[in-house]
């Protein structure tokens, strides 16, 4: 049996402390009737079945009192965890007699969670107990199961498909749907109802494609990245998913919940979701996408809501295939789309997928011989991918497939990639295998390649250094739809120097710009943080003319700036 898993959220950038073994709570002291201490990981024999003297009990009860302390430290109980994985184990195996105790477990310590209640129900249902069966299902789908795929064929629910409970799931299933919509916009609006001063949340219902959008953000700004937003998911199905809006197919697809939260209420969702650790300095999460819950939140417009939502799109196609893809494959597609190029005029349904901070990234691992072989890097489990060398794997993914996008075999080897899921019906080497179909050659000189590739591309900008072309203003990461500008910089000579003056706007070729403005888009191409406006200005020349799109307060408003060398 293939049991079905919580789906880690992506991407998460969590600090976490915990013990060595990643265990949580106390242990334990057992004894067992031939003398012997049990410390959980294995069985100590102290003393034979014999007379024992005073003294020797005294020293026994000395010794015992030693591991006591030692078994409270070291033997502690499984976490939820770490029941899940030997609960998953059993099922592979098809061993549900081991399996069951550790899913009633597992229920009885999240009994909001819906896996293991579903597991549970095929272990009963593969059992002949067709009643249980049903009930659990019934409690799965009140706690949030929503694959109709999966439910009508899954072979170990077999037993309960004759069960009035399980019958009325699929007859009911639309109003299931709709009443999982509900529930979700409900615990949505709970969360995020606090709109910054002056602003309110706005909703927006896109039926063809089953998302809700709740926003806080600027109404004009907004939609702009809607219409982003719906050009990347025509791009995805012309580029990677055929039939993804397929009107048949998306009738089976439960409601995602889009959230574009104002500043207070994304730290409360950072808290709840993540814990305290969130709030530290240190953590790096702009927003994600929970699978299980079919909510995405993200703090910005921009390279954090198209990776997030490309999650969307791509859970939706692996979930009608009956897949889970690895790891790296799902960052590395999510991360494609941060970084791309809009032709002039044109719109997202165009977009190009360009080089970025991480293919510098990637280019300086390969001049270092430390970047990781593709035999090695398309095998590796979540667990390393997030290791401490995660920025390096981000980066590495995303090269991969913007190589395969700019070799043209985007699609082949994610159409490969799917059929060696099912003819293995594992992932391990589904990617290797996948790269020898479309290449049609050992995966060392593919590798080569790769790694030639990567020495072509350009370098992309990460600062505004000196002599490079600038608007003339020095700026911040701004709320999320654009960089804000904080002082305007005095061209040089104008005054012996280039110095950052307190002085509140920048007299353009037509228009200006204002201390406080929010840059969002440079020369038509979309400049949502700091990162996407180096990038965009990183190409242009000193005495350019560029139109700057900005947003003064709730106004928008365009300027033609002549770009100066950065002094």
């Known amino acids: ?236 199905e012309k580029t990677i998913f055929p039939g993804l809006w397929d009107p048949k197919e998306v009738a089976l697809d439960p409601w995602v919940v889009i959230v574009l939260p104002s500043r207070r209420d994304f730290t409360t969702w950072l808290l709840i979701t993540f814990g305290p650790a969130a709030r530290t300095g240190f953590s790096t999460i702009g927003g994600s996408y929970i699978h299980e819950k079919k909510q995405l939140v993200s703090q910005d417009l921009g390279s954090t809501l198209r990776h997030e939502f490309f999650h969307v799109l791509h859970w939706r196609d692996c979930t009608r295939k009956g897949q889970t893809h690895e790891y790296w494959v799902q960052e590395g597609l999510a991360s494609l789309v941060e970084d791309v190029d809009v032709p002039k005029g044109g719109s997202h349904t165009q977009l190009k997928p360009v080089p970025s901070w991480r293919t510098n990234i990637v280019q300086r691992r390969d001049r270092s011989n430390i970047l990781m072989p593709l035999e090695k890097f398309c095998v590796q489990p979540r667990e390393k991918f997030l290791s401490s060398q995660q920025l390096a794997n981000y980066a590495e993914a995303r090269a991969i497939f913007l190589y395969l996008y700019d070799r043209n075999q985007l699609q082949p080897w994610y159409d490969a990639y799917g059929r060696e899921m099912l003819a293995d019906n594992a992932s391990e080497g589904a990617g290797i295998r996948a790269f020898a179909t479309v290449f049609a050659r050992p995966l060392k000189e593919t590798d080569k390649d790769f790694r030639m590739w990567v020495r072509t591309l350009p370098e992309v900008a990460e600062e505004i250094r000196e002599g490079m072309a600038s608007l003339g203003v020095e700026v911040e990461t701004g709320t999320g739809d654009g960089v804000t500008i904080t002082s305007i910089m005095e061209p040089p000579g104008s005054r012996g120097g280039a110095n950052i003056l307190p002085i509140s706007s920048l007299q353009g070729v037509k228009g200006e710009l204002r201390v406080g403005d929010v840059i969002t888009a440079v020369g038509g191409q979309a400049t949502r943080d700091v990162s996407e406006l180096v990038r965009v200005l990183g190409v242009k020349k000193p005495g350019e003319e560029v139109v700057v799109t900005y947003r003064r307060r709730a106004q928008p408003g365009e300027a033609t700036i002549k770009l100066i060398p950065r002094p």
């Open 1 to 236: 049996m293939a049991p079905l898993k919580a789906n880690p959220s992506a991407p998460i950038a969590q600090c976490r402390s915990a013990l060595p073994d990643g265990s949580e709570g106390w242990g334990w002291v057992q004894w067992s009737s031939s003398s012997t201490l049990s410390t959980g990981t294995k069985t100590l024999r102290l003393f034979p079945s014999a007379f024992i003297s005073p003294l020797a009990l005294l020293f026994l009860f000395s010794v015992l009192s030693v591991f006591s302390v030692v078994n409270c430290l070291s033997s502690e109980p499984d976490s939820p965890a770490q029941i899940e994985a030997k609960a998953n184990e059993a099922l592979t195996k098809r061993d549900f007699a081991a399996a069951e105790p550790l899913l009633r477990q597992q229920i009885e310590l999240q009994p909001r969670e819906f896996v293991p209640l579903y597991n549970l129900a095929c272990v009963r249902a593969s059992q002949g107990d067709a009643k249980e069966a049903g009930g659990l299902l019934l409690r799965a789908v009140e706690h949030g199961f929503d694959d109709i795929r999966k439910l009508i064929r899954d072979p170990d629910l077999a037993g309960v498909r004759d069960d009035d409970n399980y019958k009325k799931l699929v007859a009911n299933w639309p109003a299931i749907l709709e009443a999982r919509r509900e529930a979700n916009l409900t615990q949505v609006r709970q969360i995020f109802a606090h709109p910054d001063d002056g602003a309110k949340y706005t909703e927006v219902v896109d039926e063809k494609r089953r998302l809700i959008y709740r926003s806080a953000f600027d109404p004009t700004e907004f939609k702009k990245a809607r219409d982003e937003i719906e050009g990347l998911a025509e791009w995805s």
